[in-house]
């Protein structure tokens, strides 16, 4: 966040991992991942569902009011298995993908681009949303590896967090601004 006149925060909407995945992921980080020098591992650990940069401080009440009038009812979400990304080239990131078992993950995605676009605060990326979390980064972009299956059984997801992300040396650090509930 910038100080003073035309401050900015750098915003995402996301939702939390329950508490016993987000255990059993970062478990299957220390195992799979830690030997891995090349990368870094994140947490805390969320499924993005829209990145919105930088906002202005003033916008950022139609933020939360255009969030605030997304109704769903929860998803159930999967992980299906870990993946590089970007798909092609030198690789970035190491995510877990999930699987949207009811279709739950795409609606929400949808209803908040949707709701963000509507009060002209977002302009949808043109590639299809992919569910995944972020499990680590590259320190520079390097090639994939072979990487054990996680298992992690099925899991509800039940909020969606609007929050501020201030990037610092060790990486980002992220703070909720608000907080929507499934309905």
């Known amino acids: 966040m910038t100080a003073g006149r035309g401050a900015r925060r750098r915003l995402f909407v996301a939702c939390d991992l329950p508490g016993p995945v987000e255990d059993a992921v970062a478990a299957w980080q220390r195992t799979e991942l830690s030997p891995h020098r090349e990368l870094r591992t994140v947490r805390p650990l969320h499924l993005t569902l829209v990145f919105l940069g930088d906002v202005p401080d003033e916008r950022v009440p139609a933020v939360e009011q255009a969030l605030g009038g997304v109704r769903w009812s929860g998803a159930r979400a999967a992980v ?3 993946i590089f990304l970007p798909a092609h080239g030198r690789r970035r990131v190491v995510a877990l993908e999930l699987e949207d078992e ?57 909020r969606m967090v609007l929050y501020s992300s201030h990037l610092e040396q060790a990486g980002a650090v992220h703070a909720p601004v608000a907080v929507f509930p499934a309905s």
Do not use: M
């Open 80 to 82: 299906k298995g870990p």
């Open 102 to 158: 009811d279709g739950g993950l795409r609606a929400v995605q949808a209803e908040a681009v949707a709701a963000l676009e509507a009060a002209s605060l977002h302009t949808p990326e043109k590639r299809p949303w992919l569910p995944h979390v972020t499990v680590a980064r590259f320190r520079r972009p390097g090639h994939p590896f072979s990487l054990q299956n996680v298992t992690i059984p099925g899991f509800g997801v039940v």
